[in-house]
Structures are given as C-alpha cells and as structure tokens.
C-alpha cells in the first residue's frame, strides 16, 4: 500500500499551515455577513456559520494543537511552524475575527433588522408589560428547570457540558443554612429555547425577540432567595470533541463508540467565552477551574454563543429579506417521466446539485425496494442525517426480501449517534450492517442496485462527490452520476467486494481508489501534464475541491508549474499551497467561491494531450482522504456528460467576479471586483439549471 512521504521532506517555505489557512476561510465567509448585496437575513446567517465553524475549529484543530504540545512535538506540519507558536497565532487570529464579527453585528446587521422590524430587545428596553410577560414566562417555563448550585465543600463545580450556556454569579450574604460561598452556577438546560418570541400584542415591531441569556439575567434573584446578586455573568467551554477507539483493544466498534460518545460533552476544554461585563476575578476563577490559559479566554461584547441566532431567518416570514426559493431542475432525460432504469439504460445522467433535484437518486432506490427484478442493494452511508428517506427505503427494501447491505461508516464525525441508531434499525429489518475497515473512513459515495434483465443481471451505480443526505444536497453543491456502464460498475462491484469481505486489493479498470491507487494516480495525472508541457506542448490542470494540503501533491504541482502547465484550482477552504511565488508556482493559480451553496464538489480536470481526462471524486488532496480514508474518484466517460462538467462545474467558476477571491503568495485572499458584466457562478447556474 502507498504511505504518505515523511513529514519535512520538503522546504517548509513551501506550504501554509492548515490552521491559519482556514481561519482564512472563515474570513471569507465573514466577508458575506458584511456584503450589502447578500439579503439582510442571510448576513445573520453567515454570521451564526462563522460562529458554528469556529466552534469546530476549537474541538478539532485547537484541540490538537494542545495535544501536540502536550506531546511535545516541535513542529506542527510541513510549514515548520512550533506548536506553541501556532496556538499563539491562531488565538490572536480569532480573537481578531471575533472582534469583527461582534463589531458587524451590534453597530450594523442587529440596527438594520430593527429598521426591518426585527428587534432584539436588551433588558433596559423592555416596557412595563414586556417586563411582566416576560417574569410570568420565566416563572412557568424557564425556573422549574432550572438548579442552581452554590459552590462549597459539599457542592463542587457541576460538570459543564461542552457548549452549553451557563451562568456564574456572584452572591453576598448567608443562606437558611449559614453558607456564604460567595459564587453559585446556573445551567441553561438544553430543552430551552435560547431566543424567544414575544406576543404581538406585546411587540414593539413586527417581530420582537429576547433572549433567554437576558431573562435569567432579570430574574436570578428569584433562585437565591435573600440573597444579594452582585454580578450575573455568562460564560460557555468549547471542549476536545475528537473520539478515540484503540483499534488494538476494540472487540466491538459500536459498542467502543457509544462509551466515547458519552465522554465527548466532557472531554479537555479548549476555549473559555464570557460575556464582555465579567468581571476580572470571575474570569480568572473559571479560567483556573477549566485549566486554561489568558489566551484561552474570549469576551464577547454580547451573547456568548451567536449559534443560537441561526434558527431567526426561519422564523421571520421576510422573503425580502432572503434569498429567492428556487425549484430544483431536472435532466431532460428525467423529464419525461420515463421509467429510471429504463434512462439510465439509454445514457449515462449527469445530476447537478442544489441546482437540479436529489428526487432522481430517492426515486432510484424507491424503485428499486418496490420492484420485484432488483435482487440485491448495496450502499455506503456516511452522512444521512436523522430521518432519511433513503433509508426508508432500504428498510423496505429488505422487508420485501431483497438482499440488502450498507457499509455505515460509524465514525462520521458529529454524526456517529445517528449513525448508531441506523444501524439498530437497519440490523433490526435483516439488512447486513457493516463499518468498512478499522482504521480506515469509508468516504466513498456508492450505490449499487442488481437487477434480473431479460439478458442477465445487470448493475445500476449511482457514483456522488456528496453524501446521501437529502438536506444537505440543497446547501451543497455536488455532481452525482447515474450509470450502467459494465466496467465502472464492475468496479464499484470489487469495492464493495473489499469492503464486506477480506482479500487483497486488486487493480480497478477505472476507479482510483484511496488508500491505494488515488494519491499515485492523482500525482501521476500531474507529471504527465509537465511531461507534456516540457515537451513544447500544451499542459494544463483544473481542478475544484474544499481543500489542498498533501506536501507530495502540492511539489508535483509546482513541478508541474515549473515545466509551464497552466495550473487553476478552485479551493473552497484551506490551502497549503503558495500561488504565483516567482520560480516556483508562477502559472499556478488558485481562487476560492464563497456564495449561498457551500461548494462541495471535486472535480480533477488533466488536458491529457487533448484527450481531456475528467473525474469526480469524494475526496479532496489531503494527507487524511489520501492516505486513512477509502474513497473514489471516478472518470467521466460519457463526452456529454464531460462537456457538462466543464460547462457547469469548472468554467462558470474560473469566469466568477463577484464572489470569487483570489488567493496571495502569503496566504491571505484579495476579493475580485467586478469589471463590466457581473458573473457569479452559482446564480449563472441557478438561472441555467433550476426549474424556476
């Protein structure tokens, strides 16, 4: 099997650290929460996903960044930057992106919704029948669930779960008892609601809000009793959410992850939030109990936690102040309500996500549990979410006797617990249940149905760069194929064949598979390219993905750069790579889109000699989908279908003025400007695409 080359192999100077890469990122997306042009809500919006992105960043990559300290390790990539160092960097860096995002939401989104009549109202607003609702509100809803404790020999710190709000008060005086600890902890349960709506009649605005931080903050008085409050604070821990199972003392891996699930609210913590008016000795009282450092702490000049504003554009029935509902398209073979089995027979089908619909994929496995011809189904899960049709259909699948089998990859991350709970069900109805290969995530997006045909039985793929999450497919955008092609189908045959059974791995006709042949193939794809060039003729690569970070990619690159291949790659999030660096990486362009639709789709584009080989992939080029994941990509054969991925996932991109940003040789991003006609590549696709 091919192993990654060893770390520091090549010139540190070569490649940008992953972790400032991607708070970068989080600066573009911040940059939409800023953008007069995106609809009002929608910047409240990209401001709550900066937050919930931050959030991972800390229980992921801070948190191993710790871990590397803790280990003592003196570098922390390729980049050759110390650990220590790093976590210095990256906590100026969010402290930095959070000042800004505070500063965009108190002095410009919150007193432009109230202009739209959307209010926020602190408590110094608040008008005499306001003040009643709202003490009646906390009375009936909010304080029977509520326990506070007051800290003492007898009633230690409560345990905090990891992103959860809580409250630290300072009291003066006794209680009943004679106590006078002088601090008490107030949980926020996780059954309130964070935001809460009050009656019309009692509205200043046509929607008025407040939140459940600033009703517990009137009300605290009411949980001690004679007691005086001197100060009401606001505080949240992010925690270490990455799960460890020992593969050399796992038996079960189910039951391993569930006890690791149970420990994951609990695990280090990382990062201390408070509100800006905490006071000093309250501050250093929790950084001392959480075992954090000054560096660690983040004052928020407002609510603690901005997550808990994402849910607010769905309540506000404002379509003015949105983007535009749109109706999902679909292929001009789907179009006419042909049998699906049957136009997949006819040609291979292009789908294109969010713009054309995910109901081709549902309708394929509705068709398939329905009709007595199929005989067998296989899939791969990694993200499906809680309630699934697809998954529907598969239990019915086996209900109606079909054999039935799903590689559910359990280490998903954040998404292990509904995981868990499909296979029950799915274990439950007889389908066979399994988790890939220990050690290896199984990232690969593959459905393969076996139907009985007049000449034999005949295999139906459906090959995808995203997962099979309905939700997600109208966020996300993502090419899905539908195909009955022998070969690629024999190929996905042998995957899963790997992937149930044991042997050894065989070499595929089409499909590049990780962790084997993917990586030397995409680097081989690469080389060719700078061959060709160096020979006089034309080279050239495109390539789209989320990320760029495998050194031994990234110098094939600039290889190839270096023997004159024009080099575009479009990069959602981090990049380890330096563009335009003269000597090294001159014809080497990359830019980033950054719109509505996360953009999800990987796509490799090589000129071949004119052949002009394309594929599609799951992963992107990175150590972790490289070398400890088992993915695919998978080449489009059909010259249409090429054309089309061309057409609608490459060239719309390269052409974007309006939401593109381009990235610097140091790592930072410039936004282009529109000059002339404005293109932005998702709206272009959207008015091409969808139905309406």
């Not at 007069?36 to 959030?55: A, G, H, K, Q, T």
Request: proline share 5%.
């Amino acid at each position: 099997m091919y192993r990654p080359a060893p770390a520091n192999r090549y010139p540190k100077e070569h490649f940008i650290n992953r972790e400032l890469s991607l708070l970068q990122f989080q600066r573009r997306v911040l940059a939409q929460a800023a953008d007069v042009n995106v609809p009002l809500l929608e910047r409240l919006r990209f401001l709550c996903i900066v937050s919930s992105n931050l959030d991972e960043f800390f229980e992921i990559r801070v948190s191993g960044i710790k871990e590397q300290i803790r280990l003592g390790s003196r570098a922390s990539g390729n980049d050759g930057i110390p650990p220590t160092e790093l976590l210095s960097r990256v906590s100026t860096e969010v402290h930095e992106i959070i000042a800004d995002q505070y500063e965009m939401l108190n002095d410009d989104i919150l007193p432009a919704l109230a202009g739209e009549g959307i209010v926020f109202l602190r408590r110094s607003l608040w008008n005499d029948a306001q003040r009643a609702w709202i003490r009646e509100y906390f009375q009936r809803e909010v304080m029977p669930v509520l326990t506070p404790i007051g800290l003492d020999p007898a009633h230690p710190f409560p345990r905090v779960l990891n992103k959860s709000l809580n409250f630290a008060v300072e009291l003066e005086g006794r209680d009943a008892f004679g106590r006078d600890s002088g601090t008490a902890i107030v949980q926020a349960p996780r059954v309130l609601p964070r935001v809460i709506r009050l009656p019309a009649e009692l509205s200043t605005a046509e929607y008025s809000f407040v939140f459940l931080s600033s009703v517990l903050h009137a009300h605290v008085g009411d949980l001690f009793s004679g007691m005086n409050v001197l100060g009401c604070y606001q505080f949240r821990v992010t925690r270490n959410s990455d799960l460890f199972v020992d593969e050399e003392e796992v038996k079960d891996l189910r039951a391993s992850l569930k006890g690791e699930l149970q420990q994951r609210h609990f695990g280090d913590a990382v990062r201390l939030e408070v509100a800006d008016n905490c006071s000093a000795e309250m501050a250093d009282f929790l950084l001392q109990h959480f075992r954090l450092e000054r560096a660690d702490l983040y004052r928020t000049p407002g609510i603690v936690n901005l997550v808990r504003l994402m849910q607010v554009p769905d309540w506000v029935e404002r379509p003015d102040l949105k983007y535009g509902n749109f109706l999902p398209g679909l292929p001009k073979v789907l179009d006419k309500r042909e049998e699906i089995f049957s136009a997949i027979r006819k040609q291979d089908i292009l789908l294109h996500h969010p713009f054309q619909s995910f109901a081709p994929v549902i309708e394929l496995l509705r068709a398939a549990a329905d009709d007595p011809q199929v005989v067998a189904i296989k899939m791969t899960v990694y993200r499906t979410g809680t309630d699934s049709v697809l998954m529907e259909h598969l239990v019915r699948a086996a209900q109606k006797g079909k054999e039935v089998t799903v590689v559910l990859e359990l280490m998903a991350r954040f998404d292990e617990e509904a995981n868990i709970s499909w296979a029950n069900r799915l274990e439950e109805v007889g389908v066979h249940v399994v988790y890939g290969v220990f050690g290896y995530k199984v990232h690969a997006k593959l459905l393969m149905l076996v139907r009985r045909e007049d000449d034999g039985l005949r295999r139906y793929v459906h090959l995808g760069t995203g997962n099979y999450h309905p939700r997600t497919t109208r966020f996300y955008t993502d090419f899905g194929l539908l195909t009955c092609n022998p070969e690629i189908s024999e190929d996905v045959a042998e995957v899963f064949k790997q992937l149930t059974g044991l042997g050894q791995a065989t070499t595929l006709k089409h499909l590049w598979q990780a962790p084997f042949s993917l990586q030397p193939n995409v680097v081989a794809a690469i080389g060719r390219e700078a061959e060709i060039a160096a020979a006089g003729r034309r080279g050239r690569i495109i390539a789209k993905m989320n990320a760029l970070l495998e050194p031994e990619t990234i110098e094939a690159l600039y290889a190839a750069s270096q023997a004159g291949v024009e080099i575009d790659l479009i990069i959602r999030g981090p990049c380890a790579l330096r563009p335009g660096v003269p000597g090294l990486s001159d014809n080497i362009r990359v830019r980033s889109v950054i719109g509505r639709f996360l953009e999800h789709h990987r796509i490799f584009h090589f000129h071949a000699d004119g052949e002009d080989q394309m594929y599609l992939s799951s992963a992107d080029w990175m150590d972790r989908n490289f070398f400890r994941r088992i993915e695919i990509a998978f080449p489009v054969l059909d010259s249409r279908v090429k054309r089309r991925v061309m057409k609608e996932g490459l060239r719309p991109y390269l052409g974007d003025n309006c939401q593109s940003w381009e990235m610097q040789q140091e790592g930072g991003y410039r936004r282009k400007s529109a000059r002339g006609t404005r293109r932005a590549a998702q709206l272009i696709l959207l008015q091409e695409l969808a139905g309406r």
